[in-house]
């Protein structure tokens, strides 16, 4: 036996370090949150994602009491960019959240199937997706999906 490491490499913003198309973005994400249908959780996610051209398609949690028929707010921002600009390579996604009318302190990254989703569309475009992941004390920056999924199952090993 023998061991290994995964190290998923990040940068640490402040807010106010962003560009300010990152904090356009991020902006856009907190403000997604309030069209969050969270009546279960309370947890209010809200997404924006920016495509190659400069769309921005934006996104929230929307639950549901058969709790697997929800949709993540990542998930419900790229299922509209890709069903609205099926050609256009995603490039940069902001993720935002908030509880009890207060954004949170540290971030919040994408569940396992938000990844996996978005993983897919790396692939598809052959180009990584910057992931924004905003907390009132911080702002992480992720390079590509693949560092937040590293150990991917990304249709390779399919026949």
């Known amino acids: 036996?023998?061991?290994?490491?995964?190290?998923?490499?990040?940068?640490v913003f402040a807010y106010e370090e962003l560009s300010v198309e990152d904090r356009e973005l991020v902006d856009m994400a907190k403000a997604m949150?309030?069209?969050?249908?969270?009546?279960?959780?309370?947890?209010?996610v809200g997404a924006a994602l920016r495509l190659a051209d400069g769309q921005v398609f934006k996104g929230s949690?929307?639950?549901n009491a058969a709790f697997p028929s929800g949709l993540c707010a990542e998930r419900?921002?790229?299922f509209a960019a890709s069903a609205n600009a099926p050609e256009v390579p995603p490039v940069t996604l902001a993720i935002a959240a908030r509880?009890?009318?207060h954004f949170l302190?540290?971030?919040?990254?994408p569940c396992g199937a938000c990844r996996q989703s978005l993983l897919e569309a790396e692939t598809r475009f052959n180009q990584p997706i910057r992931v924004l992941l905003y907390g009132t004390s911080s702002t992480y920056v992720i390079q590509s999906i693949r560092d937040l999924l590293p150990l991917t199952f990304d249709g390779s090993e399919l026949p």
């Open 76 to 78: 419900t921002a790229f």
């Open 1 to 11: 036996m023998r061991e290994a490491q995964i190290i998923v490499p990040f940068q």
């Open 105 to 109: 302190e540290n971030l919040v990254a």
């Open 99 to 101: 509880t009890g009318g």
């Open 33 to 44: 949150t309030a069209t969050s249908y969270s009546p279960y959780s309370r947890f209010q």
């Open 61 to 63: 949690n929307q639950e």
